[in-house]
């Protein structure tokens, strides 16, 4: 009651509805007007010549043309996009028509009832209860329309028929008073469904418009670099699929820049410093390439640059010293302004066939080449390039063939206690003599096992060949290994070769891991737990190549190792450099402060042996005492040495 009561208002307060409202009457009400018509004509034609023509014909005819006129408008206006309101205006104007035609027609008919027989008087019943049921169906999406239509048919037809003195319509007009009720209750349920399928709809229409946004906002987060709002990666490169596509002889000239001294200003002036440096980056970059070209950023501080097509090589390459240029202008940050610089890889290609990966790998090459010049700037991916890269991929796939697994070798190179001058172990360096290429050196090959996974493989054929070893040399001689990055970090890779290890039978203290800062950094906590592991089975750790990488005191403090290794880029310079020396003597002291060795390696003289020695530095290795020999040289290296010494200790 409470529903059908609430629902004779119109909705002023709300819109979408009194629209929906007005759209749903608007495809109705004509079929009431036609309805209307034809059934008032139709009783007008059976009283033609039993009743005043002013009454059979004039009034009928009259309101027809009204009804006509108003099924024109509706025709004509009701198709057209409304607005609430003048939705609500002509809704109040059909209910006032809807009281007036009732009435109208209602009392027509009425009047026309004495005038008749009996079968024109149930002409009448019929007109009022059938087109009077009918209008209320047309109306029932105007609910106070429907409700004051049917009270008004159904009192008119009530009362007429109870006083006609004919026993059926008494009783016809009985019945059609238990229908009102009902019917009323038809029409309710009815515009309540309505009322439920709008307001679904509208949630409807609201979940699809919220999908539609997220999807423009996702699609556009997988082509944009939310932070700079450049292309990313993804976009860049279905960007170059694309013009490859379209224009295969004509390739386009890409470039990638990568910035240097980006990370210190993350570490030292935060993420929000760091963020603020990638997007004026973008900015410059974005002004110096202009509308014709493509910028990128492919991840990090790498950004990748789609040249415009039209440039010279000349102007390639003055577009890219510009870019190295812009990045070495000082950002401002809150804290100041920073300053770092730019290096970029360019390839200029020649007309052939290319994917986007071919024209990525080449300017990457190019940039790797730059950047390990440390000078920046600007380098072309060019023919001496071309060849290395192709003899990198011929590698690569020699490494996935059972030759590389059959000629992998190691090479044991002593090393020398200094105080002693005694041999106490050896360091094992991977050796590859390749039937098919020669002797390929490990700073090629291991990394190319990095890059196509081998590297596991690999380690565990080293590892097997190095107990292999240990069992035939003299119990007091240890063995250095290396583990790459990928072994130190993948917990179940170090978790086999420390259960090969076991299996072996051999003496864990007689092992140590050489470690770069490098595999800590790609995984810092995986190695943290994988070197506890192995310590506390008696390996020992040592941390290779120590002030070449990113040297951090943190490191050494959190990690426990068993020693440095004092890279060979300072012993070697050792002489002639103070630095170097200043360096190693830190290092040294150290080493001494913490109570783990020191081992100095690339010594190739024996003055450099001695001041090392002097310094506090515990253990050597280099050409000075020895080339990294094969196994059996290497043991007797080592037991002629010792030997000799033992000899020169005056007993
Ligand atoms: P590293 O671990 O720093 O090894 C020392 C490198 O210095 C070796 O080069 C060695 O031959 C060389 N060397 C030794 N004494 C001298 C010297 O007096 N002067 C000069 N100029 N060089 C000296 P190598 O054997 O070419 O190895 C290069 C790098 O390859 C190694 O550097 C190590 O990082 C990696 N590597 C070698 N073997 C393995 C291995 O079995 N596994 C892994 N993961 N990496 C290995
Ligand atoms: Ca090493
Ligand atoms: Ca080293």
Redesign the pocket.
């Known amino acids: 009651m409470k529903n059908f009561i609430a629902s004779l208002r119109l909705q002023k307060d709300n819109p979408k509805f009194l629209v929906a409202q007005f759209k749903a009457l608007s495809s109705q009400i004509p079929i009431l007007y036609v309805l209307l018509v034809i059934n008032a004509l139709a009783v007008a034609i059976t009283h033609i010549k039993s009743a005043p023509l002013w009454l059979s014909l004039y009034i009928p005819v009259g309101l027809s043309i009204v009804c006509i006129f108003r099924l024109c408008w509706w025709e004509i206006n009701g198709k057209e996009n409304v607005t609430p309101e003048r939705a609500l205006r002509l809704m109040k104007g059909t209910l006032a028509g809807a009281v007036i035609l009732t009435i109208g027609f209602g009392g027509w008919a009425i009047a026309l009832y004495q005038y008749g027989d009996a079968s024109q008087q149930g002409q009448i019943a019929y007109f009022l209860v059938v087109t009077g049921i009918s209008c209320v169906f047309c109306l029932t999406h105007l609910p106070l329309a429907a409700t004051i239509t049917t009270v008004i048919t159904f009192t008119a037809m009530v009362i007429t028929f109870l006083f006609s003195g004919n026993p059926v319509f008494v009783a016809t007009a009985v019945s059609g008073l238990f229908l009102v009720l009902p019917f009323l209750r038809v029409i309710n349920s009815y515009f309540q469904n309505f009322a439920r399928l709008v307001l679904l709809t509208d949630e409807l229409q609201q979940k699809q418009a919220e999908a539609e946004e997220l999807n423009l906002v996702n699609s556009r987060n997988a082509l944009h670099d939310q932070l700079t709002g450049l292309a990313n990666r993804r976009s860049f490169f279905l960007s170059l699929e694309r013009m490859l596509q379209q224009n295969p002889s004509s390739p386009p000239v890409i470039g990638i820049v990568d910035l240097d001294g980006f990370k210190p200003v993350n570490d030292v002036f935060g993420h929000a410093a760091g963020d603020l440096v990638l997007k004026e980056t973008a900015r410059r970059f974005v002004s110096l390439v202009g509308e014709r070209g493509i910028v990128a950023r492919l991840g990090g501080d790498e950004f990748g640059i789609i040249f415009p097509s039209d440039l010279t090589l000349r102007a390639v390459s003055e577009l890219g010293l510009g870019l190295c240029a812009a990045v070495r202008d000082p950002y401002e940050i809150p804290d100041g302004s920073v300053r770092v610089s730019g290096s970029c890889g360019i390839v200029y290609p020649e007309a052939g066939e290319y994917t986007a990966e071919d024209l990525y790998e080449k300017a990457d090459f190019a940039l790797y080449q730059v950047k390990s010049k440390r000078t920046g700037g600007v380098e072309f991916f060019s023919p001496e390039h071309e060849k290395i890269l192709t003899q990198r991929y011929l590698i690569e796939l020699e490494l996935q063939t059972d030759n590389f697994a059959r000629e992998l070798k190691l090479e044991y190179?002593p090393i020398i206690e200094l105080r002693s001058d005694r041999v106490v172990g050896f360091?094992?360096?991977?050796r590859w003599d390749s039937a098919r290429f020669g002797r390929i050196?490990?700073?090629a090959f291991?990394p190319a096992a990095e890059r196509t996974a081998v590297i596991g493989r690999m380690?565990r054929i080293?590892l097997g060949q190095a107990l292999d070893a240990l069992k035939i040399m003299p119990a007091h001689l240890r063995v250095s290994?290396?583990?790459?990055a990928r072994d130190i970090c993948d917990h179940e890779t170090s978790m086999a070769l420390l259960a090969m290890v076991t299996r072996s039978g051999v003496d864990p203290r007689r092992i140590e891991f050489?470690i770069t800062e490098t595999a800590l950094l790609s995984d810092f906590d995986t190695a943290d737990k994988v070197i506890g592991v192995l310590r506390a089975a008696g390996i020992s750790i040592a941390l290779?190549?120590f002030g070449t990488g990113y040297s951090s005191l943190s490191h050494i403090h959190r990690l426990a190792f068993d020693k440095l290794k004092i890279d060979?880029a300072f012993v070697?310079n050792f002489d002639r450099d103070a630095r170097c020396m200043n360096i190693t003597r830190s290092v040294a002291n150290l080493c001494q402060n913490l109570g783990i060795a020191s081992v100095a390696?690339?010594?190739?003289s024996g003055e450099v042996a001695e001041s090392l020695k002097g310094l506090g530095v515990r253990l050597a290795?280099?050409?000075?005492f020895s080339r990294?020999l094969p196994l059996e040289m290497a043991i007797d290296y080592a037991a002629k040495r010792n030997a000799a010494v033992s000899q020169s200790i005056p007993a």
């Open positions: 190179q360091e094992a360096l991977a050196s490990p700073d291991i380690t080293l290994f290396n583990l790459s050489e290779d190549d060979k070697m390696e690339g010594v190739e290795q280099g050409y000075h990294p």
